[in-house]
Every structure is written in structure tokens, then in C-alpha cells.
């Protein structure tokens, strides 16, 4: 419907122009948007308010014009009034909305699905955590985040990849290699303090035992940096596997691995310092030098290399984003956990260096996760014995419950993740309360079929008995779903669709409590049948979306 609105509206303004109630320009984008209170109509546009400037006329004079041309060859609109400034609000008839369920029922598992991307190539990389530990339930966050950005954008048309940026090189590995050698020396009785800055979880001393049943005492045979750099390698190959492993159990996979090692082969990193040097945007300050991102709006400039001659994080994130484009793609999308923010203006400064537009790159900053049981705080801390990995909560709450419930607020707002809740099989819990609706309509479907009925198509019903109140929301709310997967995909916001699941279960539960399906007079009964399948459907395609199962049974 949001559609038809929008080429009505689309056509109207020329017929202003023919008759010479508006003068010729070019049009701004038309919005079609739902009116805050029902009172208001089914849908509004501020249309004659953003054509005033160019018309240079009254809001509401243009809004009278615009009505007065309205183009509505299919008849769908029953009245419009002006509302405020400007605004113009439409009222749907209400015989055409059961007509609108011929679509989805002819998409079927396409439904929601749209060109809108046009087949641009799209990355969405995401987690990158490094491989000295495994994910903990920060990570869960936005792996579930990066992964359903990435599904919405596929079903909006988009060629999309997922990539998952490994940070091999670089301190942080070699202080692995030093902590589980540490550890590996413990073994066979060396005692020397464990430095405090070493990494500290038991999944040290673990893999320290793995070499040691691998490699015996040879590593204490070998020089130290030699040692050291074997158990880098080896714990680094070992995280890695347990995190792939990790995330596959969750439900997240990746088109690419990429590793930050990479970047310096032929000496990428320092020929890419080089060009940029040429074109002025790097200078020297001593021994150090710097980038001038002070020039594309950043507060002050960053450092490139150190004083010490050592590249810093930001040339690697530099080369790395030049490396992304560098494969073609035309948009490329940044998972960041939300105390990367400062660091946000200085990589856009880098891409348009790099001769890119801002709006090539998109970042998404996800919060942190507070941990919960029963609404007690969990001490997020392995030695106090309380799990902190994503495995431990997957393997707790299943992964449906966790990712569903991380999905449930804004990346950007802080989440409270509680335990007790995702597991809770009742109306609190939201992902139950989706499932079980869909379940519950495939029950309605089974108990149909041993009744006699088939289960009908859109061309098998007459449409216009569907005349309660419940069941025309339940038609808008149907409606409503490809415009939400769109909204999503534009604004980078996941968390839209379980909103819209929510919503389209709880007016579901709600009007099967109330209304009968089956049981009921028969052509009746059908047309009802057939609007529950739907309602089944979409939430399956919603569900979907979110990489989410979608039971027959529960």
C-alpha cells in the first residue's frame, strides 16, 4: 500500500503543473509515513511541506492543490484530510485491504524480499575479535548484528559478503605466545612469576598442555623467541578454530578470513604511508608521522607510525579499508564495538584520502551487554566462576534465545541480557512468544487438514469477509512488512524485524483467542484459514531473517 501511495503521489504534482496550480520543478523525495495516532488516517505525507521552498507557497495551499489532483486510478483511497502545517493523511478503504494478501500469498518465501540494492556489492565485516581468547558475550552481540545486517541487505537486493578481519600481527600476539608459554613451562616445573599483564584465563593453561602433548619439552630446547613464536602460532591457530567453531553454533558464518599479516606482505602497509605521502596527506613530525585528519573534519591528527619506526593500528585499518575497495565493493559496512567511537571521523578522513565518498563506509557501534540472572547483575569474571564465553550462554539458552533476545534493542543502546528470560517458555520471553504463534498456526493448519479442509490459496477465498477490526490490523500489519525489511536494510537497524514479529504475534494471539478459524461457517472458516496461513508465513520470513527457527511444534 505504501507503495501504491507513493506512485499516486509521484503522479499528482505533473498534474498540478498541467493545470497550473503548481509550478514546474523538480520533485524531492516523496515520504509516505504512518500517522503517530490512528485517528489520523492509515498513512501521511509531508509532501506539500517539503515542496513550499521550491514553490514558494503555503504548506497547506499546496496540500489543497495536491488533493484537489489526486491520481487514484485503482480507487484505494476513501478520504484524505490536511492536518497541521501542512500534512496530508490518507484513509484506506477498508474493502481493499483484504485484496493486498494476494501478494504475499503469491511470493510466498519472497515475500519481503526487494531489488532495492540493485546488486551493488556490499562487505559487512564484523566480530574480528582477536585470536587471543574466546568470544565473550560482547562478541555475541555483534556477530548476531553484523549477521543479520547482512541477511537483511541480501533480501533487499544487495551482493553482500561477509568478512571477518583477523588481528594476527601485532603485540597483543606475541604477549599470547609469551602467556602460554609461561604456562608451558609451569608444566614441567619452572615456577617463575606469571606476569600480571599475560593473559589470565584457564584457556591459557590449556592450550600450554596441548603443546606440551604435542611438542613434549622440545620448545624448552629452543631459544625463547623461537618458543615464543611457535606458541603464537599454535594458540592462534587454536583460538581461531574454536571461535569459527563458536560462531558456527551461533549461527553466524563468513565468505572471508582475512588476515591483518596481509597487509605488510611486500611491504603494503609502508608503500601505502608512501603514496599517501606524495599527495600530502601524511607529513612528518620528528621521527614520527602523522596523518592530516584535521582535514576531512577530525579534531586533531593520528599517528601512522610511530617514533620508533613501528606502524600503528590506524595505517593497518588504513590499508586494510584500501584493500576492501580495492575488491570492488561499493559499500562497505564496520561492526564496531562502542568504545571504538572515537575513532569513527579519522576512517572516514582515511576513505576520502583514499579518494572515496563518506557514504561508502558505514559504522554501526554495539553496545555492551549487561548479564543477568532472574534481574541480578552476573560478575562478568571467570574467576569469580560465573561464564562469560558466547558457547556457555549458547549452550544455556539455545542459540534461537540468544540471538533473538541480543536483537531486541538498538545496536547502539545498552542491553540487558537476562539468562532466566531467555529460557522462560511464556508470553515474557519474546522469542517464545514468536515461535509458539508460529507453531500454534501450524497446529491450526494440521487440525484443519484432519477436519476436511485444504489449505487455501488467495484465489480459493472470497477476501471480503475478512471484516473484524483485528483482522483488517492484521492485513496492515502484513502489509507493513516488506517496507520494514527495507527500513532496516537502509538503516543498518535489525533490531526492526523482531520488533515487527512481536507485534504481528501478539495481534495474532490476540485475535485467535477472541475469533474462531475452523468451526465457523465454512466460506468463513476459509478465508480465515487463509489469513493465518499468511500470518504464518511472514512471521517464518521475519524469522528467517533473524536466523531463527521457525517450529511446526512446540
Request: proline share 5%; hydrophobic share 40%; aromatic share 10%.
Amino acid at each position: 500500500m505504501k507503495r501504491k501511495l507513493t506512485a499516486i503521489l509521484e503522479r499528482t504534482p505533473h498534474e498540478c503543473f498541467a493545470r497550473n496550480l503548481l509550478d514546474p520543478c523538480d520533485l524531492p523525495p516523496i515520504e509516505v509515513d504512518l500517522p503517530r495516532e490512528e485517528a489520523h488516517g492509515d498513512y501521511a505525507t509531508n509532501l506539500a511541506m517539503t515542496l513550499a521552498p521550491l514553490q514558494r507557497k503555503k504548506p497547506r495551499d499546496i496540500a489543497e492543490k495536491i488533493v484537489a489532483c489526486l491520481d487514484d486510478s485503482e480507487c484505494v483511497i476513501e478520504r484524505t484530510e490536511i492536518a497541521g502545517p501542512g500534512f496530508i493523511n490518507f484513509f484506506i478503504r477498508k474493502d481493499y485491504w483484504p485484496l493486498l494478501l494476494e501478494s504475499p500469498d503469491r511470493l510466498k518465501e519472497d515475500y519481503g524480499r526487494s531489488d532495492m540494492g540493485e546488486g551493488k556489492k556490499v562487505q559487512v565485516e564484523f566480530v574480528s575479535a582477536n585470536p587471543t581468547g574466546p568470544l565473550h558475550i560482547g562478541h555475541a552481540r555483534g556477530a548476531v548484528t553484523g549477521d543479520v545486517i547482512a541477511r537483511i541487505l541480501e533480501a533487499s537486493g544487495y551482493d553482500t559478503r561477509r568478512e571477518y578481519y583477523i588481528n594476527d600481527a601485532g603485540n597483543q600476539m606475541n604477549l599470547l605466545g609469551t602467556s602460554i608459554y609461561h604456562r608451558y613451562r609451569e608444566l614441567f616445573g619452572h615456577r617463575e612469576p606469571y606476569p600480571e599483564n599475560c593473559y589470565q584465563g584457564k584457556y591459557i593453561i590449556d592450550l600450554a598442555q596441548k603443546i606440551k602433548d604435542k611438542f613434549g619439552d622440545g620448545l624448552l630446547k629452543k631459544d625463547v623467541d623461537e618458543a615464543v613464536s611457535a606458541c603464537t602460532d599454535y594458540g592462534a591457530a587454536e583460538i581461531m578454530e574454536g571461535i569459527k567453531d563458536d560462531l558456527a553454533a551461533f549461527g553466524v558464518t563468513f565468505d572471508c578470513f582475512f588476515s591483518e599479516k596481509e597487509l605488510y606482505k611486500d611491504n603494503g602497509v609502508e608503500r601505502l604511508i608512501a603514496e599517501l605521502s606524495e599527495k600530502g596527506f601524511i607529513y612528518q613530525d620528528g621521527d614520527t608521522l602523522w596523518f592530516r585528519t584535521t582535514a576531512f573534519g577530525d579534531e586533531k591528527d593520528r599517528v601512522v607510525v610511530r617514533e620508533n619506526g613501528e606502524p600503528t593500528y590506524f595505517a593497518a585499518d588504513i590499508c586494510y579499508h584500501k584493500n576492501k575497495f580495492d575488491r570492488g565493493f561499493d559499500l562497505v559496512i564496520d561492526i564496531w564495538g562502542a568504545d571504538h567511537h572515537g575513532y569513527i571521523p579519522r576512517m572516514y578522513a582515511a576513505i576520502q584520502a583514499l579518494g572515496k565518498k563518506p557514504e561508502a563506509l558505514k559504522i554501526v557501534l554495539v553496545q555492551l551487554v549487561n548479564l543477568l540472572r532472574d534481574g541480578v547483575p552476573v560478575a562478568m569474571s571467570t574467576r569469580a566462576g560465573e561464564f562469560v564465553t558466547l558457547r556457555e550462554v549458547i549452550d544455556e539458552v539455545g542459540k534461537d534465545a540468544a540471538r533473538y533476545n541480543f536483537l531486541m534493542r538498538r545496536s547502539n543502546s545498552h542491553l540487558d541480557f537476562d539468562l532466566e528470560l531467555a529460557k522462560r517458555q511464556s508470553n515474557e520471553n519474546p522469542v517464545y512468544y514468536v515461535q509458539y504463534a508460529h507453531a500454534r498456526i501450524a497446529s491450526i493448519m494440521r487440525t484443519a487438514k484432519e477436519r476436511g479442509y485444504s489449505i487455501p490459496s488467495y484465489r480459493d477465498v472470497n477476501p471480503s469477509l475478512l471484516t473484524l477490526d483485528e483482522e483488517r490490523e492484521l492485513i496492515k500489519i502484513i502489509n507493513r512488512f516488506p517496507d520494514v525489511v527495507e527500513g532496516s536494510a537502509r538503516t543498518l537497524e535489525p533490531h526492526r524485524i523482531p520488533f515487527y514479529c512481536n507485534e504481528l504475534a501478539a495481534v495474532f494471539h490476540s485475535y485467535y483467542n477472541k475469533h474462531r478459524v475452523i468451526g465457523v461457517e465454512e466460506e468463513l472458516s476459509l478465508a480465515r484459514l487463509f489469513l493465518v496461513k499468511i500470518i504464518g508465513l511472514v512471521l517464518g520470513n521475519g524469522l528467517k531473517l533473524l536466523g531463527v527457527t521457525a517450529p511446526e511444534r512446540m
